[in-house]
């Protein structure tokens, strides 16, 4: 199992940049895709972007693409979602997770193959 915290939210405004971080405890951390969802009030969480277990591979959700970027650091146990051009209807509460298998990245945007979660941080986009 895989501990998460994430940090770096808070409340900006349109067009601003944020840089939220996830870090893991646990010697699995380099084995395991990432990924960062976000769940806005009244909606379903939803897939944000995600990488690879060695961070060779990106994927992101059509309405982030060019505006986010994800990397992820074995060394440190960290993985940062870096946000540019936010937009109002950015806001949500963001968790990052981890795949539930070693070296897969099978259904890597779907929620269902994660197994561990982090317990959110808010980002809300003034317009």
């Known amino acids: 199992q895989v501990q998460l915290v994430e940090s770096g939210g808070g409340l900006v405004q349109a067009g601003d940049s944020l840089r939220l971080s996830c870090t893991a405890s646990?010697?699995?951390?380099?084995?395991?895709?990432m990924g960062w969802f976000r769940q806005a009030p009244g909606k379903e969480r939803e897939f944000v972007a995600a990488?690879?277990?060695?961070?060779?591979?990106?994927y992101y959700a059509d309405s982030v693409k060019g505006r986010f970027t994800i990397s992820k650091d074995n060394a440190k146990n960290t993985v940062d979602l870096q946000m540019n051009s936010l937009r109002p209807e950015d806001t949500a509460v963001y968790y990052c997770?981890?795949?539930?298998?070693?070296?897969?990245?099978?259904?890597?945007?779907?929620?269902?193959?994660?197994?561990?979660w982090g317990q959110g941080t808010q980002v809300t986009v003034s317009s």
């Open positions: 990488i690879n277990w060695s961070g060779g591979s990106t």
């Open positions: 997770a981890a795949h539930w298998r070693d070296y897969s990245d099978s259904g890597i945007t779907r929620t269902g193959n994660f197994g561990s």
């Open positions: 646990g010697r699995t951390f380099s084995k395991r895709a």
